[in-house]
């Protein structure tokens, strides 16, 4: 499944970023973990070419959204498995 998150929510989250690191910045919300559901508080945000959005639950499970808009290409590829 994948999440569109339009880029107003994204600038915004850039000026409530905290610059713990030139690779990732912190944000605290809530997020649910993907695989158990546990919430979690903290999210980081890859600045790297995957600009992927990660938090980790209490049991170790990675959540994982990408912020980054896929290619054509990638669309293509992601529909052809689900047919
Ligand atoms: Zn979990």
């Known amino acids: 499944?994948?999440?569109e998150i339009p880029k107003s929510l994204i600038d915004w989250l850039n000026k409530l970023a905290k610059p713990t690191s030139p690779?990732?910045?912190e944000y605290s919300g809530k997020y649910n973990c993907?695989?158990?559901g546990?919430?979690?508080t903290r999210a980081r945000?890859?600045?790297n070419e995957s600009?992927?959005?990660t938090w980790k639950c209490s049991e170790g499970h990675l959540s994982k959204v990408s912020l980054r808009k896929p290619s054509k290409a990638e669309v293509k590829?992601?529909?052809v498995g689900e047919k």
Do not use: G, L, N, T
């Open 1 to 3: 499944m994948s999440v």
């Open 45 to 47: 945000f890859w600045y």
């Open 23 to 25: 690779e990732y910045a």
């Open 38 to 40: 546990i919430p979690v």
């Open 77 to 79: 590829a992601r529909y």
């Open 34 to 36: 993907q695989e158990c």
């Open 51 to 53: 600009k992927d959005m």
